[in-house]
């Protein structure tokens, strides 16, 4: 049995008091388990689960940006660690596998089904809200009924 992880936060009451909590927080919500792409590719089969790619570089900003207010937000990690399987690749040192996935610009986003095949992909920073949003459209299959714009409406 794991213990749970309390992390202290400090919070400032209405009324100017300021008081320490502490907050449990699940060890599937505090951090993404990056894999590489061998392993990801492969975990995804034998798990059945759908693989995220997450192409980025060092000289990035919108990849940082991405790093810093989308991958630290707790319900984006929690959903992508249950119900994908997260690889990083880094584009640079990985030149064949970004040219494989017709990366162009940076961050660029792939889903890949259970089977290791291509569903898409899409370009460029995305905040935290619209990221989980698009991570709940493929996880449960809607891009095989219904467009983006369909399934966010719901």
Known sequence: ??????RNVTITLMIGIVASLAVTIP???RQIRWYDYDEGTSLGKKQGKKVLLF???DWCASCEKMKKET???PDVIAFLNKNFIPVKV???NEKRLASR???RGLPTTWFLNERGERIGSRP???APDLFLSILKYMHTNSYREMSFSEF???
């Open 1 to 6: 049995m794991t213990r749970p992880t309390f």
């Open 27 to 29: 060890a599937d919500a």
């Open 55 to 57: 192409f980025w570089a």
């Open 71 to 73: 991958f630290r937000v």
């Open 90 to 92: 880094d584009s640079e």
């Open 101 to 103: 996935y017709f990366v």
């Open 124 to 126: 460029g920073f995305m």
């Open 152 to 154: 966010a409406e719901k």
